[in-house]
């Protein structure tokens, strides 16, 4: 069964850090472009970043470049999200997708339609 499972969430004061992981089972994740996405209360979801399936090409918006980095790690069918210098308006449930390498288009990296699989989600609770 293919399976996306988000962990490392939780409360920090503003200007700490967390990293958040998830770990892919049940499909050949190499072939994957993966991304990290967010949504907050009363808020669209939004992509907070991406990765290519080797790992060489990133995506982030504006309102997060310079503070959040996204890796993967192909052997451990696992993907990061570090966060660093947190904001209060971080704070949001996170999840991971994964879009299949066929059908990516990286002008568009923030589509949740480009996405095949969803996991659960890990909140993060930033305070001021």
């Known amino acids: 069964q293919d399976q996306l499972v988000e962990s490392g969430g939780g409360s920090v004061q503003a200007g700490g850090s967390l990293r958040l992981s998830c770990a892919a089972s049940g499909y050949t994740y190499r072939i994957y472009y993966m991304g990290w996405f967010r949504q907050a209360p009363g808020k669209e979801r939004e992509g907070v970043a991406a990765?290519?399936?080797?790992?060489?090409?990133?995506y982030y918006p504006d309102s997060v470049k310079g503070r959040f980095t996204v890796s993967r790690d192909n052997a451990k069918n696992t993907l990061y999200l570090e966060m660093n210098n947190l904001k209060p308006e971080d704070s949001a449930m996170y999840y991971c997708?994964?879009?299949?390498?066929?059908?990516?288009?990286?002008?568009?990296?923030?589509?949740?339609?480009?996405?095949?699989?969803w996991g659960q989600g890990t909140q993060v609770t930033v305070s001021s």
């Open positions: 997708a994964a879009a299949h390498r066929a059908s990516w288009d990286g002008a568009t990296w923030y589509a949740e339609a480009l996405y095949n699989y």
């Open positions: 990765i290519s399936p080797g790992g060489v090409t990133t």
